[in-house]
């Protein structure tokens, strides 16, 4: 489990800095409280980023894991919505994200049947968790 961990940090950090969720979307770092005062030329190697790369990974993986078990993975994403409702966060956002994540996830994944399958996982818990705050 900590290596998948590891593993899903590397990406998520990857994710923000490289492909950079952040870099598509410069509006949303302002919904980042860690992240609070920087702009795309200074955000990548703060420890905001890394918190929020374990923040995402620590949500990411039970969310897989229970994805073949609806009535979890309805629960799963309930808790996240509460989670987001206090947050500067709204649906609009999430389905503005999902594209970014599903895209990054499609670029990582080899075999076209796991991206398809993340892909709905994605889509479902996106529009899931947005449609819930």
Do not use: W
């Not at 899903?8 to 994710?15: K, R, T, Y």
């Not at 990548?44 to 374990?54: D, H, I, S, V």
């Not at 073949?68 to 994200?97: G, M, P, W, Y």
């Amino acid at each position: 489990m900590v290596n998948i961990t590891m593993m899903f940090i590397g990406l998520f950090v990857f994710l923000f800095e490289h492909i950079s969720f952040l870099k598509a979307r410069p509006e949303y770092i302002c919904k980042f409280s860690r992240l609070q005062g920087l702009d795309v030329s200074n955000f990548a190697q703060t420890e905001g980023l890394k918190y929020y790369a374990r923040t995402f990974v620590s949500a990411l993986l039970p969310i897989i894991k229970a994805a073949a078990n609806k009535c979890e993975l309805d629960k799963l994403c309930l808790n996240e919505a509460v989670v987001h409702r206090n947050r500067q966060v709204n649906e609009q956002i999430f389905l503005d994200s999902m594209p970014i994540f599903i895209d990054f996830f499609n670029n990582y994944i080899n075999d076209q049947q796991n991206k398809e399958t993340m892909s709905k996982i994605l889509t479902y818990v996106f529009k899931t968790i947005g449609s819930q705050i």
